[in-house]
T-cell receptor, first 109, second 114 residues
Framework: KQEVTQIPAALSVPEGENLVLNCSFT??????LQWFRQDPGKGLTSLLL?????REQTSGRLNASLDKSSGRSTLYIAASQPGDSATYLC????????FGTGTSLTVIP | EAGVAQSPRYKIIEKRQSVAFWCNPI?????LYWYQQILGQGPKLLIQ????????DSQLPKDRFSAERLKGVDSTLKIQPAKLEDSAVYLC????????????FGPGTRLTVL
């Protein structure tokens, strides 16, 4: 069974800092990997989708990489802002979607 | 493009009562998922539909949970009877048919069982 781990569980950084969130998975037989943002009491907002054949995807200040062979993905956030404070979840698509437990990010003004 | 709609947004019930949640996916999305998200955890898949057929319900507690998508569009998830441990956010998501497409989530229904 696929296991998805996200480290760290919580992260607090000052505004303006660049940061990296990590996601690891045990089974490399995946279709794609998707990063989500979840605000308190809200649903999940899709940030980036990386297909299994791709190495990275970029959207604005966000860059996600995928190394399928090592079972790892990173989400890089440049020049963090207080509005980036949320929980970030990664999910891998195999025969179903498997989610990590998330990283809770706080950006301090 | 309208997103995934869910109702109600919040529900408080007592244990042993029944409850139902409704989801309307993005138009044209053949695949629909129901997830359970317990506080502090990632979402856990309960059931996946492809059109009106069940693809995966291996993690659905079938003694108390049921779900249907009769016309292949909107879906309902029911819990009967509810237990304290069912307190969670129930998320609905949809996706176009191909496995390579991303999934889109609704706002969720927060269930509290007292």
């Amino acid at each position: 069974k696929q296991e998805v781990t996200q480290i760290p569980a919580a992260l607090s950084v000052p505004e303006g800092e660049n940061l990296v969130l990590n996601c690891s998975f045990t089974d490399s037989a995946i279709y794609n990997l998707q990063w989500f943002r979840q605000d308190p009491g809200k649903g999940l907002t899709s940030l980036l989708l990386i297909q299994s054949s791709q190495r990275e995807q970029t959207s604005g200040r966000l860059n996600a990489s995928l190394d399928k062979s090592s079972g790892r993905s990173t989400l890089y956030i440049a020049a963090s802002q207080p509005g980036d404070s949320a929980t970030y979840l990664c999910a891998v698509k195999g025969n179903q979607f498997y989610f990590g437990t998330g990283t809770s990010l706080t950006v301090i003004p | 493009e309208a997103g995934v709609a869910q109702s109600p947004r919040y529900k408080i019930i007592e244990k042993r009562q029944s409850v139902a949640f409704w989801c309307n996916p993005i138009s044209g999305h053949a695949t629909l998922y129901w997830y359970q998200q317990i506080l502090g955890q990632g979402p856990k898949l309960l059931i996946q539909f492809q059109n009106n057929g069940v693809v995966d319900d291996s993690q659905l507690p079938k003694d108390r949970f049921s779900a249907e998508r009769l016309k292949g569009v909107d879906s309902t998830l029911k819990i009967q009877p509810a237990k304290l441990e069912d307190s969670a956010v129930y998320l609905c998501a949809s996706r176009e048919r191909d496995s390579y497409n991303e999934q889109f989530f609704g706002p969720g229904t927060r269930l509290t069982v007292l």
